[in-house]
């Protein structure tokens, strides 16, 4: 079992930042890879970023790429999305996930991921 904590959300201005993270515990491993999805209402739950266990590879979706950073800190067991230039369009719930199998890696698909945090709300005005 993999607990996940996610936090850090808010409410900010169009333009602004704010950094996510996801505190692991239980059976942590620094094999998983980890992923940021969002759901905003009346929409089905969206890829945002992943990150390799080792933290050496990334991706991210295409409304994403260059406006947000996906990190993580082993020792600590947790991750990080840094989000700039923040949208009205980015307001969601965020969650983050782990993903138990490698091999699957970068997975964008939900289906694909076992655990998930229980969730922190983004909203952007403009």
């Known amino acids: 079992q993999v607990q996940l904590v996610d936090a850090g959300g808010g409410l900010v201005q169009a333009g602004g930042s704010l950094r996510l993270s996801c505190v692991a515990s239980g059976r942590t491993s620094s094999n998983y890879a980890m992923a940021w999805f969002r759901q905003a209402p009346g929409k089905e739950r969206e890829f945002v970023a992943t990150?390799?266990?080792?933290?050496?590879?990334?991706a991210y979706a295409d409304s994403v790429k260059g406006r947000f950073t996906i990190s993580r800190d082993n020792a600590k067991n947790t991750g990080y999305l840094q989000m700039n230039s923040l949208k009205p369009e980015d307001t969601a719930m965020y969650y983050c996930?782990?993903?138990?199998?490698?091999?699957?890696?970068?997975?964008?698909?939900?289906?694909?991921?076992?655990?998930w945090g229980q969730g922190t709300q983004v909203t952007v005005s403009s």
């Open positions: 996930a782990v993903l138990l199998w490698p091999n699957a890696f970068p997975a964008r698909n939900p289906d694909l991921y076992v655990y």
């Open positions: 990150i390799s266990g080792s933290g050496v590879t990334t």
